[in-house]
């Protein structure tokens, strides 16, 4: 009879309400929470580093229709050049723009490190990012971006989402991390792992689940085709 009140109570509205509006916020002012970074932690493994999701969330200035329109015509202006630069960064990668909201987007998977590919970015499209960057909140101090590319290198980091790790208490080790303790913090109990999910979703709003979902091995696709010897 517990067990059933105790599974019924979290989905009565009342509960839900006290839930989202005073205890949400009573644990975030208790248990101060630091913002998790996005995009995926780099390793040595050659095979980790396969496939890893870029999302990239970044809120327009005039969110009004005619502010997502000025977007997506920021897109199919620069269509030819993105497809001539995207074919001359030095990574195995796939990508588009999307408009979620308020936001314009650009989710990608690609191979290796994030920095090199925002460097690639820059080096083949900068221009291109530059007319959508200018379109969004606080893109004026990033551009162009050719003059300024460690610091857009941080601002996209900045608007990439954070990646919410596919093994449950990874969020653990990654909130010890960004505040220094060690595994034997005693922090890892997995009764509290609720508590620390939903304070970081509190300061997280956008967050990707996982780190995607791979559908061939280890390798990446320059490395097939030199196996076949068919270059690249």
């Known amino acids: 009879m517990l067990d059933r009140l105790v599974d019924w109570l979290p989905t009565t509205g009342p509960f839900k309400f006290i839930a989202a509006r005073i205890l949400v ?12 970074p996005g995009g995926p932690p780099f390793s040595i493994q050659p095979g980790d580093n396969l496939q890893r999701m870029m999302n990239l969330v970044m809120p327009l200035k005039d969110k009004s229709a005619i ?14 050049e993105i497809y001539a630069g995207l074919d001359n960064v030095g990574t195995v990668h796939f990508a588009r723009f999307v408009i979620v909201d308020n936001n314009i987007c650009m989710l990608s998977v690609y191979d290796g490190d994030f920095t090199n590919y925002i460097r690639d970015f820059i080096a083949t499209i900068g221009s291109v ?24 290198i941080d601002w996209v980091h900045a608007h990439d989402m954070y990646q919410v790790p596919d093994l449950a208490t990874g969020i653990l080790r990654d909130q010890e991390q960004l505040k220094g303790d060690t595994a034997e913090s005693g922090n890892d109990d997995l009764r509290l792992l ?39």
């Open 25 to 36: 916020p009573f644990w975030a002012w208790r248990t101060p929470v630091k913002k998790l």
């Open 67 to 80: 502010g997502r329109a000025v977007a997506a015509l920021a897109i199919a202006q620069n269509v030819d």
């Open 129 to 152: 990012f530059d007319a959508v960057v200018k379109l969004v909140e606080g893109g004026d101090a990033v551009i162009p971006s050719e003059h300024n590319i460690e610091k857009f």
């Open 194 to 232: 609720p508590r620390e999910l939903i304070l970081q979703l509190n300061v997280n709003t956008n967050v990707s689940l996982g780190s995607g979902y791979r559908a061939y091995p280890g390798y990446s696709a320059a490395q097939v085709r030199k196996q076949f010897g068919i270059g690249w």
